[in-house]
Structure formats: C-alpha cells, structure tokens
C-alpha cells in the first residue's frame, strides 16, 4: 500500500512537472488545444500503466518524443478521416451524375494509389504540405531534418506523381471539357 501512494505521489509530480510543456510540443503539431489534451493525456496514461519505469534522466526526452510521435500520427489520422468525409460529402452537380462520380472516384483512387507508392519519408512529407497546408520549415521541424531536405523530397514527390498520374490529368481534363 505505500509502495502505490509513493507511486502516485511520483507520478503528480511528473505530471505536474511535464505537462504544460508536452502540451506546447502537441498543440505545435495539431493546432488545437482539445486535440493536444487527447494526445498528452493518452501518453501519461501509457507512462501510468507501463510495465518499466523510464530513467529520470531521459523522462524529458522520452515525453517529448512520445508526444511528437503520437501528434504526427493524429495528423495522420485526422487526414484520413478529412479524406473519407469528402468523398462521403461529394455530389455531382451535372445531371450525368454516375458518370461523374465513377470519373471522380476512379480519379481519386488513382491519385491515392500514386501517393501511396512514394517512399516513406516522401509520402509524409507531401501529404503534410499538400493536405495539411504545412510549410517546409515546419515539416523540417516537425521531422527533424533540413528544410532542404524537405524542399528535395517534394520535388521527388511531384516528379513522381506528375509521371505516374499524366494519364489521369488527361482524362479529368477531357471530361471538363465535355461538360463545358
């Protein structure tokens, strides 16, 4: 029974001492304050239930990194659900309506496909600047690497997709035009 409360008593005191920090580094990423206390409070819930007791001398570094960790993978997941919503939310204004909507899901499958096929640290980078509006200095920051590096793997990103989606863009542009 003391062994808990010292538990816990420790645990105050970490959380305490952490938590106005870990939740400037999630907010950074999210941009919300309510998203952030989601992303913080899972990670001392984690820290609450583990199994091992992290060295007080990384606990800074491993709050923090878990923290980042976790935000970037709510963007992640914030975009999918954004993404799955607008297809949801999608409605043809023409009367060929199943025509256009097979052109635009056939579309947006093909361009999904083609994101997919990036290299990992490419595919994140993109979709943080192209879909989440992030600049390259803030995607440096947030992945730990140069802007260089960033502004290099977009230009991988756009190379690669304007070859494996030149057909589609065609083929979007040709049925524009017949509605026109």
């Known amino acids: 029974m003391q062994k808990q409360a010292y538990q816990i008593k420790e645990f105050e005191i970490i959380f305490k001492q952490y938590y106005g920090l870990l939740m400037q ?8 304050k ?3 206390e989601e992303v913080v409070n899972e990670i001392f819930l984690k820290l609450w239930n583990a199994e091992t007791e992290v060295e007080d001398s990384k606990l800074k570094s491993y709050l923090s990194i878990a923290v980042k960790n ?3 993978n709510a963007i992640r997941d914030r975009k999918k659900t954004i993404s799955l919503k607008e297809h949801e939310d999608y409605e043809p204004s023409s009367t060929s309506f199943s025509d ?3 052109i635009y899901k056939q579309t947006a499958e093909q361009i999904s496909q083609a994101i997919n096929t990036l290299p990992e640290q490419c595919k994140i980078i993109f979709k ?3 879909q989440h509006q992030y600049t390259y200095h803030q995607i440096a920051e947030i992945l730990e690497i140069s802007p260089k590096t960033v502004e290099n793997q977009m230009g991988k990103a756009l190379k690669t997709l ?5 057909d589609t863009f065609l083929i979007i542009l040709l049925a524009k035009l017949e509605n026109i």
């Open 25 to 32: 580094i999630s907010k950074y990423y999210l941009g919300n």
């Open 34 to 36: 309510e998203d952030a």
């Open 70 to 72: 976790k935000s970037i």
């Open 100 to 102: 256009e909507q097979i």
């Open 128 to 130: 943080l600047h192209r």
């Open 162 to 166: 304007r070859i494996l989606l030149k």
